[in-house]
C-alpha cells in the first residue's frame, strides 16, 4: 500500500495556509479535495473581511485567533502582493436602545485585545459616512477586505512550490486507524493508501470525516448544522465607504444585516442566516423585502429596485446553545494519535486562518511519526 507522511482533507483556505505552513519543514504532503480545484465552497463565498476580533468571547479560539491572525494576514497581503484594503467598519446603534449592546462589544473588543475601537457620536458618524443612520458607533479602522481567492492561489502556489502534492476530484471516503498510520480510502477506484499524519480540514463536512474515524459526533460536540447566508448585490453606487454593521444578532448566529464592500467598491448586504439540511447556494428573491429593511435600518436612501438577489455560503456551525467555539484538536486522548480535527471553522475563519495553520504547525510539531525534511 502506499503511504504518504501528511494527508489534508479538504483545499479551502484552511487546508492551503496548513498545506503551505508544513511545507517548510515537512516532506511528503498531499491534499486531497473533492472537487475540481481549491476553494469551491465556502472559502469563495464569504464577506471577504479581514476582521479585527471584538464580537468573539474573550478566551475563546475564535477571539485569540482572530485578534493574532488579522496582522498575519495584512503582512502576507503585503509580502505577497494579495490584493486587500484597510477600510474600516462602523457598528451602528441605530436607536438609544442598542448602545448598551455596543458599549458590551467595546468591553469584549478590548478584553480580545483589540485596541483600536473608539467610540463616535452621531454628529462624527454624519462627517465620515453622510448615508450612515446612527445614534453612536463603534468604529474599527484596522477591520479590512481581502481578494480571498488570490490568498488562496498565492498558497497553493507556495504549497505547491514547495512540494506539496494536490489530488482534485478525488472524495475521502472511508478512514480506518491501524497500527501504523491511518488507511484513507479515496472514492474513484477504490483506491486506498497509509498516511501517517491525517488533517481533516473538510469543512462543511468535518464532522462527517470525524465520524468516520469513529469519533461519536454527537458527545465529541462535532456535529455541524448547516447556516446559509444570502447576499443582496447593490446595482447603484455604494453609497457608503466603509463596512457598516448593526449591533449583532443574539447569540451570534450571524452579525445581522451588513453592508460590506469588496475590492471593486461594489456594495453587497448579507449575510442573513437560515438553517438548512441541504446545501443550496441559490438565492430566494423573495427574501428582498427582508434585505431592504435590514439595509434601510443601517443607511439611509437605498433603492430597494437595485437591490439584485447575489450569492450565498453555508456556515459549518457547531450545533447547540450558545456560541460555539473552532475545535482544533490532535485527538490523541481519544486514541488518534496523529489524527488533528479542525470542526466548526465558520467566521471569522478566513480572517483567522494563518494564525490556525500556525497552531497546527505547533500540533504536528510535537507528532513523533511527522517525518521532517
Ligand atoms: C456567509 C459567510 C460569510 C463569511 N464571512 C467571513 C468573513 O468576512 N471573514 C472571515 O474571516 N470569515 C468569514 N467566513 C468564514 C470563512 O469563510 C470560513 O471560516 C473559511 O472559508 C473556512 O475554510 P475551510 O477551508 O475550513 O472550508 P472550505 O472552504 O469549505 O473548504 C473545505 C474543503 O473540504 C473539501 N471536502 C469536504 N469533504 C471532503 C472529502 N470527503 N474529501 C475531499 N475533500 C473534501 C470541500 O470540497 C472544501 O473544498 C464566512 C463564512 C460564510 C459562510
Do not use: W
Amino acid at each position: 500500500m502506499d503511504r504518504v507522511n501528511i494527508t489534508i482533507i479538504g483545499a479551502g483556505v484552511i487546508g492551503l495556509a496548513i498545506a503551505a505552513e508544513l511545507s517548510v519543514d515537512f516532506d511528503d504532503i498531499l491534499v486531497i479535495e473533492r472537487h475540481d480545484d481549491f476553494g469551491r465552497q465556502t472559502s469563495s463565498r464569504n464577506s471577504e473581511v479581514i476582521h479585527s476580533g471584538i464580537y468573539y468571547p474573550t478566551g475563546s479560539l475564535k477571539a485569540e485567533l482572530c485578534v493574532e491572525g488579522a496582522p498575519m494576514l495584512y503582512r502576507y497581503c503585503q509580502d505577497h502582493g494579495i490584493a486587500h484594503r484597510r477600510i474600516g467598519k462602523l457598528i451602528v446603534a441605530t436607536q438609544e436602545s442598542e448602545i448598551q449592546q455596543l458599549e458590551e462589544l467595546y468591553r469584549r473588543g478590548r478584553l480580545n485585545g483589540v485596541r483600536d475601537m473608539v467610540f463616535l457620536e452621531a454628529d462624527e458618524v454624519a462627517r465620515m459616512e453622510g448615508n450612515v443612520n446612527a445614534v453612536r458607533a463603534l468604529y474599527s479602522p484596522n477591520t479590512g477586505i481581502i481578494d480571498s481567492h488570490g490568498l488562496m492561489k498565492r498558497l497553493f502556489t507556495v504549497a505547491q512550490g514547495r512540494g506539496v502534492t494536490f489530488s482534485f476530484n478525488e472524495e475521502v471516503i472511508s478512514i480506518e486507524h491501524e497500527a501504523d498510520g491511518y488507511v484513507v480510502g479515496i472514492k474513484s477506484d477504490d483506491y486506498r493508501f497509509l498516511s501517517n499524519v491525517v488533517i481533516n480540514a473538510a469543512g462543511l463536512c468535518s464532522d462527517a470525516i470525524a465520524a468516520m474515524v469513529g469519533i461519536e459526533i454527537d458527545p465529541a460536540g462535532y456535529r455541524l448544522h448547516h447556516c446559509k447566508g444570502s447576499y443582496f448585490s447593490y446595482s447603484r453606487r455604494s453609497p457608503v465607504e466603509r463596512l457598516i454593521y448593526p449591533v449583532p444578532e443574539k447569540d451570534l448566529k450571524g452579525l445581522g444585516v451588513h453592508a460590506t464592500l469588496d475590492l471593486g467598491g461594489r456594495l453587497r448586504f448579507g449575510p442573513d442566516t437560515e438553517y438548512v439540511d441541504d446545501i443550496d447556494y441559490t438565492v430566494d428573491v423573495s427574501k428582498r423585502d427582508r434585505f431592504y429593511e435590514g439595509a434601510c435600518k443601517i443607511i439611509r436612501g437605498i433603492d430597494k429596485d437595485a437591490l439584485v438577489a447575489d450569492m450565498a455560503g453555508v456556515r459549518p456551525k457547531i450545533k447547540g446553545e450558545g456560541v460555539k467555539d473552532f475545535v482544533i484538536e490532535h485527538e490523541d486522548r481519544r486514541g488518534l494519535y496523529g489524527f488533528i480535527n479542525l470542526v466548526g471553522i465558520e467566521s471569522p475563519g478566513l480572517t483567522a486562518s494563518l494564525a490556525i495553520s500556525s497552531r497546527v504547525r505547533k500540533i504536528v510539531d510535537c507528532i513523533s511519526i511527522a517525518k521532517k525534511v
